[in-house]
């Protein structure tokens, strides 16, 4: 299983981006893809999770309403599309799967996740 991120530049606060994770080498069936963030010196926290099998999406609450996470099965890509950034959503964005069998709804945990991207750096100006 691979997942690069990209989409991650210097941005305004109040502007928008979209990061992508294109995925590779998934075998599994039921699948939770999950956008996480790591500011520095913090903990890594879930900010976004899709489900593959119903398109079922789950968000922190400190971005609902300005995010959405998406995915294109077609290209093997999940989004999350940020708007009204401000300068606390600076962070390296990473990207994760894990396969959802067996396991409950929603999924925005580090340890649940068992694959993970390399990141991508988000900053946001004021």
């Known amino acids: 299983v691979q997942l690069v991120e990209s989409g991650g530049a210097l941005v305004q606060a109040g502007g928008s981006l979209r990061l992508s994770c294109a995925m590779s080498g998934f075998t599994f069936v039921n699948y939770a893809l999950g956008w996480f963030r790591q500011a520095p010196g913090k903990e890594r926290e879930g900010v976004a999770c899709i489900s593959s099998k119903n398109g079922n999406t789950f968000y922190m609450d400190s971005v609902k309403g300005r995010f959405t996470i998406s995915s294109d099965n077609n290209k093997n890509t999940v989004y999350l599309q940020m708007n009204g950034l401000k300068p606390e959503d600076t962070a390296v964005y990473y990207c994760?799967?894990?396969?959802?069998?067996?396991?409950?709804?929603?999924?925005?945990?580090?340890?649940?996740?068992?694959?993970w991207g390399q990141g991508t750096q988000v900053t946001v100006s004021s």
């Open positions: 994760a799967a894990v396969d959802l069998y067996g396991s409950s709804w929603p999924v925005l945990l580090r340890h649940q996740y068992d694959y």
